[in-house]
């Protein structure tokens, strides 16, 4: 919160972020788990958000929670940072378009109740952000901006389309597959065994919200790479499908493609 705000203000508009258990078949938190004064700091499980802004007047710019200014939103900040800690920078895409931004997590909030409104967890950030992703200054919690939240390297420069492959393309071309795989998609690499995720068109290291993952098969002889062709010691060919050892292998491919070996 600005730290000059009055105390009311702050418990009511910064106050901070959400983090109540997500229902997965649906997206929203659980209404049974609402804290309806103070803050939620668990990061929701699919990634999703919906985004506001903040800093863009007189009455609302200052000093954030973390130490840094708004500066009247002339940059790339965002609040949460109850759910990603201080100076962490997050990629924040809109789904819809591919576009993503970069920010850091200089603040906390908003408060509980904004995000209880809603039914959804809320990530406050820079009218920088908006105006990149969706093409307004001011968003509040009933504009029901959806965005994608995921963390990247510290080095990452801070900006409109700066997360890791341009925030053009959203898919990513995996060797490991050999094929294109579509964004949110974890792969558990064939060349080193660790996972990466496709965010924004590049793989991220880590996991962050996989809607699929696809990772190295156990067999009888140990663990095999993705597209791994094999014989069972009941002669049958199969193939690591990312998933699971499955025939049939037919000119030295598979149900995943072309054999890796």
Known sequence: MR??????????????????????????????????????STIPSNGNYYLTSFGYSANDDGIMYCGEYTKTGSWFYAADAQRYNCGTRIAITNPATGKCAVAETDDVGPASWVEDAVHMPILDASPQVSMYL???????????????????????????????GGGGSTSCYSATMAATEPQYTCVQSATDQLWYT???????????????????????????KPRFCQQGTDGVWRQCTGYSMQPPVTNWAGPAGACSN
């Not at 919690?141 to 420069?157: E, F, G, R």
């Not at 590049?202 to 098969?217: M, Q, R």
Request: aromatic share 8%; charged share 10%; net charge negative.
């Open 198 to 224: 496709c965010i924004a068109g590049a793989w991220v290291a880590g996991t962050a919200s996989c809607n699929d993952g696809l990772h190295w098969c156990s067999t009888s002889s140990g663990s095999v």
């Open 134 to 164: 969706f093409g307004v200054k001011g968003a509040g919690n009933t504009d029901k901006l959806l965005v994608h939240v995921a963390t990247v390297p510290a080095s990452t420069p801070l900006g409109a389309g700066n997360c890791p």
């Open 3 to 40: 730290i000059e705000q009055a105390l009311l203000v702050a418990a009511l508009w910064v106050g901070s972020g959400c983090g109540a258990p997500v229902d997965p078949t649906v997206g929203e938190e659980n209404p049974a788990s609402f804290n309806f004064g103070g803050t939620y």
